[in-house]
């Protein structure tokens, strides 16, 4: 088993003993171990009873549960409680705003079975009696299902895109043919989709046969004859409201897409752009910019490392860095208010510099510049006093805590944060988990406007479960002169590929290399944020 599957068997575990009223020592040190594991990935394959008891959190007791999960693949202490447990209470605990201990009161009070159940109860008002529940819980549990609910069967596209493209390799062999691509969302490289496209050119029958999705996603075959191919990935591509815009009608042959958008006398399209907002429009003008590329980013902002809740030292992160082909790192490790993430002191804070400094000498003409990802506090103050804020060379900062916000409330918070001199970047403004957490709602405009107003930097947080900010705003972020920050807010080294996902959303948004933050060079950056702190 992997060192995530045995995290999440370890989970399971606690959630159901919570459920369950069992020991509250034991749950935590479960719940602690499974938490431990899945935040750092540690390897545990091959690992002795002996080893894996060393490592921090683990202990001799998790570690024979571990063991044992190993040699049989199972736990019997999880088998016995999902035997005594209904399917239906356990798919329940995944819906947010109910802990294991408020599933079984519905369930041993209520006798609700399933989420189908829980629903069903929320708009008869059942929850509202319930001790510990009320309006507020009755109407955030009903928001919670609705939204699992229409998520249901949807993937993050960095989850699924590495199978599709192997997929799109094995059917070229299969059938020798180079005519096969992606289609639909995942050529449009949606950052969530419900199924894989793929367009294969042939004029035998074609099947995927026994290839197995450990990921259970739907994957939809379209075949055509190989003189078509090219009309017909431009067909399949193609949201609706684009096909509509364009004025394409079906009935010609063309032997390249580009060869379509001539003939519909537009600028070249490129797939990600192909959603029908804008992009006809602006093509019909040849106003269609250049789109930033991964090969332009200079530098990673945003990354964590051991001083808070990162995997890999800083010495780590920055080497890795450096032998990626970038010229700096920026290191934002949490701040203080941050316990969960173990922030910063001021005197960590300290501690971190200093070796920056040493580092800095070392791995010259590499820089690593001094960050911090600063807590947006509830009033919309940074965290740290002034005295702390001063010694950073730039400041991520971002919304932690206190979600539970209205729109009025998060905006404001959010613009007073960028209203402050110390802050260079709003992180990830919605706070939003794709598929598991909408986010707050914000007026993004007025925070957009803010930003341009205080020359701040907004982040497209590029981890593949946030891309956020949505790319959708980007164009106005560019109209306004806002640019923004491809971060990929890695807490491991490998968290640099992300990346890679935050350029194809930036480029659905149309940003372009100059409007990118950290395609900036090195000396040029350096100085920018010189002048800032000037001012």
Known sequence: MTTEEIARALKLTAQLMELHNENPFKIKSIANAAYKLNKTDISLEGKSMHEMEQIEGIGKGIAAKINELQITGNLKELADMVEKTPAGVIDMMHVKGIG?????????????????????????????????????????????????????????????????????????????????????????????????????????????????????????????????????????TASEKHLAQTGYSVGNVYASEQE??????????????????????????????????????????????????????????????????????GICDHSQSAFYAEGL????????????????????????????????????????????????DFIVASVHSN??????????????????????????????LLLSRSGYPIDHKKIIDACAANGVIIELNAHPYRLDIDWRWIPYCMEKGVMVSINPDAHQKQGYYDMYYGVCTARKGMLTREMCFNAIGRVELQAYFERRKNK
């Not at 009696?129 to 009903?142: D, N, P």
């Not at 991964?294 to 490392?305: K, W």
């Not at 300290?350 to 400094?357: F, N, P, R």
């Open 345 to 392: 002191k001021p005197e960590r804070v300290l501690q971190q510099h200093a070796e920056i400094d040493n580092l800095n000498k070392q791995l010259f003409p590499f820089k690593i510049f001094k960050g911090i990802e600063s807590d947006i506090l509830n009033d919309g103050s940074l965290d740290y006093p002034e005295s702390i804020l001063k010694t950073f």
């Open 260 to 329: 379509i958008y001539k003939a519909l006398q537009l600028q070249y399209i490129e797939p990600e752009l192909r959603e029908g907002l804008n992009e006809v429009a602006m093509a019909k003008e040849n106003k269609i910019p250049k789109l930033v590329m991964i090969s332009e980013l200079r530098g990673a902002l945003h990354n964590h490392s051991t001083y808070s809740d990162g995997l890999h030292t800083l010495k780590e992160m920055a080497e890795y860095c450096k032998e990626l082909g970038y010229e700096y790192l």
């Open 403 to 432: 979600l539970k916000m209205n729109e009025e409330k998060a905006t404001a918070r959010i613009i007073k944060a960028v209203q402050n001199p110390y802050t260079t970047i709003l992180g990830h403004p919605t706070g939003r």
């Open 100 to 236: 294991p201990k408020k599933v079984g009161q519905l369930w041993r009070e209520l006798e609700i079975e399933s989420i189908g159940e829980l629903l069903y109860a929320c708009n008869e008002n059942r929850l509202i009696t319930l001790k510990g529940f009320g309006a507020k819980t009755q109407a955030e549990v009903k928001k919670q299902i609705e939204f699992h609910e229409f998520n249901r069967g949807k993937f993050h596209y960095a989850s699924v895109e590495q199978f599709a493209i192997d997929l799109v390799e094995i059917l070229k062999k299969k059938y020798n043919t180079e005519l096969v691509s992606l289609t639909g969302a995942m050529h449009r490289k949606c950052e969530v989709i419900d199924k894989i496209q793929i367009l294969i050119a042939s004029e035998n029958d074609v099947t995927i046969g026994d290839i197995e999705s450990r990921i259970n996603v739907s994957v939809e075959l379209i075949v055509c004859s190989p003189a078509v191919f090219y009309t017909r990935l431009f067909e399949t």
